[in-house]
């Protein structure tokens, strides 16, 4: 039997004491080279009248602007976040271009072996991946190998299979693949074309089911864990933070943050200001010894809460973030409350009759009903009760009224990466 408990026992189990001060420590250095290495942090600072050392703890972080989604703040070029010559620059990754343009991510060395190496493997560690283990990443992350080399497993590369499907699956066979990571939305839809092609998933050696890049429902997670036999696990990241900034682990409540790779903030999306332990809000990230592009109260975007903090029964002493929901611009406004697709699709996920593909349609930025259109089974035939039933639930759950349209199987389209769920007929 495999001993070791923790990738990094050191800093996991480290005490909420030394946690604090290593992070006063780090967020102090943080702030000493974005301000001297670059001139978007230098203005920043001189802006608000702040110097570098007006920063020395976490509670000092609120006396600094947020910085905004770099995806949409065309006003700021590039090279004014870099803090390095262009060749300490090792790789580049890109933000996935979901609300704006898609950014260039650069990494050193350094930054490489914190964040996509140290960072990725302690996360898969803790999900209860282990050397043994064949995984085969299937988002299209390549960035999403460097921990599982770090960590000892074999992968089955991204291109292998030549991202066909079919050939795919052939390879999560014949590789004796045990560790399956996908965006959480299309890995439903894999699973059953495996069953399709005639290939039980309980025959294969699939232990495990990772989802990474967009919130899913639990009802889903549910599903998977239920039909396939095998736990569905939850990281959180972007790649401008990191890709592997939070994991879940075998107490199977949450996410533990890597708190010795910097601060995580919840904040009110439209005061800023933040919020306590336990309130969902929009999450803002301050990261400590990232050389390339240094990022400081940087609002993700995303939509989560900093869960109350309570000692893990894993043994791990970092705090923990709920699963993430969503995005901000992803909320819509409904009879003056705010939803997000996630909400309607928990309640989606509970009907056997539907498939997985549904669009929430909004003729304009304010409704007065929530107006859904999702695709059924090919065997249902009681398509008024299914409505009805549908509606009710959106009723009962979300207290919404709605119009549900029914939709034969193929007839909304399908996309290849993230789900999108909301079709916005306005501009
Ligand atoms: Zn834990």
Same mark, same amino acid.
């Given at each position: 039997?495999?001993?070791?408990?923790?990738w990094n026992?050191?800093?996991?189990?480290?005490?909420?004491?030394?946690? /604090?001060?290593?992070?006063?420590?780090?967020?102090?250095?943080?702030?000493?080279?974005?301000?001297?290495?670059?001139?978007?942090?230098?203005?920043?600072?001189?802006?608000?009248?702040?110097?570098?050392?007006?920063?020395?703890?976490?509670? !000092?972080?609120?006396?600094?602007?947020?910085?905004?989604?770099?995806?949409?703040? !065309?006003?700021?070029?590039?090279?004014?976040?870099?803090? @390095? *010559?262009?060749?300490?620059?090792?790789?580049?990754?890109?933000?996935?271009?979901? =609300?704006?343009?898609?950014?260039?991510?650069?990494?050193?060395?350094?930054?490489?072996?914190?964040?996509l190496q140290e960072g990725e493997a302690r996360a898969r560690w803790?999900?209860?991946v282990?050397?043994?283990?064949?995984?085969?990443?299937?988002?299209?992350?390549? %960035? %999403?190998?460097l921990g599982y080399r770090e960590l000892g497993?074999?992968?089955?590369?991204?291109?292998?299979?030549?991202?066909?499907?079919?050939?795919?699956?052939?390879?999560?066979?014949?590789?004796?693949?045990?560790?399956?990571?996908?965006?959480?939305?299309?890995?439903?839809?894999?699973?059953?074309?495996?069953?399709?092609?005639?290939?039980?998933?309980?025959?294969?050696?699939?232990?495990?089911?990772?989802? =990474?890049?967009?919130?899913?429902?639990?009802?889903?997670?549910?599903?998977?864990?239920?039909?396939?036999?095998?736990?569905?696990?939850?990281?959180?990241?972007?790649?401008?933070?990191? *890709?592997f900034?939070?994991?879940? &682990?075998?107490?199977?409540?949450?996410?533990? $943050?890597?708190?010795?790779?910097?601060?995580?903030? =919840?904040?009110?999306?439209?005061?800023?200001?933040?919020?306590?332990?336990?309130?969902?809000?929009?999450?803002? @990230?301050?990261?400590?010894?990232?050389?390339?592009?240094?990022? $400081?109260?940087?609002?993700?975007?995303?939509?989560?809460?900093?869960?109350?903090?309570? *000692? /893990?029964? /894993?043994?791990?002493?970092? *705090?923990?973030?709920?699963?993430?929901?969503?995005?901000?611009?992803?909320?819509?406004?409904?009879?003056?409350?705010?939803?997000?697709?996630? !909400?309607?699709?928990?309640?989606?996920?509970?009907?056997?009759?539907?498939?997985?593909?549904?669009?929430?349609? &909004?003729?304009?930025?304010?409704?007065?009903?929530?107006?859904?259109?999702?695709?059924?089974?090919?065997?249902?035939?009681?398509?008024?009760?299914?409505?009805?039933?549908?509606?009710?639930?959106?009723?009962?759950?979300?207290?919404?009224?709605?119009? @549900?349209?029914?939709?034969?199987?193929?007839?909304?389209?399908?996309?290849?990466?993230?789900?999108?769920?909301?079709?916005?007929?306005?501009?």
């Amino acid at each position: 039997m495999y001993k070791k408990r923790f990738w990094n026992e050191d800093v996991e189990t480290m005490s909420v004491d030394d946690l /604090c001060n290593l992070q006063r420590k780090r967020l102090q250095e943080a702030i000493e080279w974005a301000h001297e290495k670059t001139s978007y942090y230098r203005d920043l600072f001189d802006r608000s009248g702040l110097k570098p050392e007006d920063i020395s703890s976490p509670g !000092d972080l609120v006396k600094i602007p947020f910085t905004s989604d770099i995806e949409t703040a !065309d006003d700021v070029p590039l090279r004014d976040r870099i803090a @390095v *010559p262009a060749e300490k620059i090792r790789m580049y990754h890109s933000t996935s271009g979901t =609300v704006g343009a898609v950014v260039p991510i650069p990494f050193t060395q350094k930054d490489m072996e914190a964040f996509l190496q140290e960072g990725e493997a302690r996360a898969r560690w803790t999900m209860g991946v282990r050397p043994w283990d064949v995984v085969q990443v299937l988002t299209r992350f390549d %960035c %999403c190998s460097l921990g599982y080399r770090e960590l000892g497993s074999a992968s089955v590369l991204m291109s292998a299979g030549r991202y066909n499907t079919d050939h795919q699956i052939h390879l999560t066979q014949e590789a004796g693949v045990t560790v399956i990571e996908h965006m959480p939305s299309f890995l439903l839809s894999y699973f059953e074309r495996m069953e399709e092609l005639g290939i039980k998933v309980g025959s294969t050696k699939l232990r495990m089911a990772s989802g =990474v890049g967009e919130g899913w429902a639990e009802s889903y997670k549910k599903k998977v864990e239920s039909r396939f036999g095998m736990p569905f696990m939850t990281l959180y990241g972007a790649v401008e933070i990191s *890709p592997f900034f939070a994991s879940e &682990c075998e107490a199977r409540n949450g996410m533990h $943050i890597n708190a010795d790779q910097g601060i995580l903030e =919840v904040v009110d999306p439209e005061t800023g200001k933040p919020l306590p332990e336990g309130e969902e809000g929009e999450i803002v @990230v301050t990261l400590f010894q990232r050389e390339a592009m240094p990022l $400081i109260r940087y609002r993700v975007g995303d939509m989560g809460s900093i869960m109350p903090y309570e *000692p /893990c029964p /894993c043994g791990r002493t970092s *705090p923990k973030i709920s699963y993430v929901k969503g995005r901000v611009s992803q909320r819509i406004n409904i009879s003056g409350r705010n939803i997000l697709p996630i !909400d309607v699709e928990e309640i989606v996920a509970r009907f056997d009759e539907l498939e997985n593909e549904f669009r929430i349609v &909004c003729e304009k930025p304010e409704m007065d009903i929530l107006r859904l259109r999702v695709e059924y089974k090919d065997d249902v035939k009681a398509l008024k009760d299914l409505k009805e039933k549908i509606e009710e639930a959106l009723f009962d759950e979300l207290g919404l009224s709605s119009e @549900v349209d029914l939709a034969p199987r193929g007839s909304l389209e399908r996309v290849t990466f993230k789900a999108q769920r909301v079709e916005r007929l306005y501009s």
